[in-house]
């Protein structure tokens, strides 16, 4: 399975951005981290479930925990998909 893809992101204030994707194995399970480079900035975010609005995605600040590296993978291809959605 890769390690990592990229994927167009469209960010909340409408700008496009290159991100990889990388699985970190925890003891506990799998963090998917959504590295972002644009425009000088350098950082990233991690893929979680958005508590906002269940069913959905979002990125935040906390590492959350994906029981197995299909779950974290299949919420990768999940959050193409939303972000491809009008």
């Given at each position: 399975m890769?390690?990592?893809?990229?994927?167009?992101?469209r960010?909340?204030?409408?700008?496009?951005?290159?991100?990889?994707?990388?699985?970190?194995?925890?003891?506990?399970?799998?963090?998917?981290?959504?590295?972002?480079?644009?425009?000088?900035?350098?950082?990233?975010?991690?893929?979680?479930?958005?508590?906002?609005?269940?069913?959905?995605?979002a990125?935040?600040?906390?590492?959350?925990?994906?029981?197995?590296?299909?779950?974290?993978?299949?919420?990768?291809?999940?959050?193409?998909?939303?972000?491809?959605?009008?």
């Amino acid at each position: 399975m890769p390690q990592e893809s990229r994927s167009q992101l469209r960010c909340r204030d409408g700008h496009f951005e290159m991100a990889e994707f990388e699985i970190k194995n925890q003891p506990d399970g799998f963090w998917m981290w959504v590295a972002c480079e644009f425009d000088g900035h350098r950082g990233g975010h991690w893929l979680a479930p958005d508590p906002a609005q269940p069913g959905r995605l979002a990125v935040t600040s906390e590492p959350y925990g994906w029981p197995s590296t299909l779950d974290a993978y299949a919420a990768r291809d999940r959050w193409t998909e939303q972000d491809d959605a009008p």
